[in-house]
């Protein structure tokens, strides 16, 4: 009987979304592929408030799967890649890095004003520290808000001016910025006003790229998967 592996991810509907994208890859070499998503709730799904800017670099995303991993209860997991640590555990490797789907900030705005247009001291919602750094250096005038939530979450701060799941005060925003391929692995291309030329914002440079991590010791599983590596 084939081997049916098990798949670690959190359980937004992006990373859902990535877990097909992975699959769909898997299954043009091994057609016969079978495996089981293991959903994984992460101290960052859990933690609403704390700003993204503050934990960039740590394993905010990736801890409870990294110990999922390492305890053999999954075989291997899918992450975003810009949202792996700066260090993953030493037993643990990176066997593969897909092409990005996108590698573009995204702007969504009310009116879809671009960037330019936005009028003078517009309420602007980002999460990193590089996005909130260069959009402040390109206009001083905008005031960043800082936002939290899946992209869901950060379209309806945008559109109904408050994401109740996560703070009840009003953010009376003009837009927001996230990354392209969210928007696009989420069928919402329609929402993307502009894509941010990289003069302005310049991306995360994993942005729109996944890693899928596995444990070192696991040959058989690091070779299965390094079809997906993209060099």
């Known amino acids: 009987m084939a081997k049916t592996y098990k798949i670690g991810t959190r359980t937004s509907p992006l990373a859902l979304r990535q877990v097909d994208e992975v699959v769909n890859k898997l299954r043009k070499f091994y057609p016969e592929f079978q495996y089981k998503i293991i959903g994984i709730n ?17 394993d905010f995303f990736t801890q409870e799967i990294d110990v999922a991993l390492l305890g053999r209860e999954i075989d291997f997991a899918v992450h975003s890649a810009k949202d792996l640590p700066d260090e993953i555990p030493k037993d643990l ?8 789907v ?3 900030d995204a702007l969504v705005s009310k009116g879809n004003l671009k960037i330019d247009q936005l009028p ?3 309420k602007i919602g980002a999460s990193s520290l590089r996005r909130k750094t260069q959009l402040k250096k390109y206009r001083k005038d905008f005031q960043i808000i800082s936002i939290r939530g899946n992209i869901e979450e950060r379209l309806q701060g ?4 408050y994401q109740p799941s996560i703070v009840k ?8 910025i996230v990354a392209a391929c969210a928007l696009v692995r989420l069928g919402l291309k329609n929402r993307i006003t502009q894509r941010i030329t990289m003069n302005i914002l310049r991306p995360h440079p994993l942005q729109g790229s996944l890693a899928i991590v596995v444990r070192k010791d696991d040959t058989l599983t690091r070779k299965f998967l390094n079809c997906l590596s993209d060099e």
Not at 93 to 100: D, F, M, W
Not at 169 to 176: E, Q, R, S, V
Request: proline letters at 5%.
């Open 102 to 104: 996108d590698p573009f």
């Open 93 to 100: 490797t990176i066997a593969a890095i897909t092409r990005s």
């Open 120 to 122: 003078s001291g517009a």
């Open 169 to 176: 005060h009003k953010l009376n925003l003009d837009a927001i």
């Open 158 to 161: 945008l559109d109904f001016g």
């Open 42 to 58: 992460t101290h960052g799904d859990r933690d609403r408030i704390t700003p993204i800017s503050k934990i960039e670099g740590t």
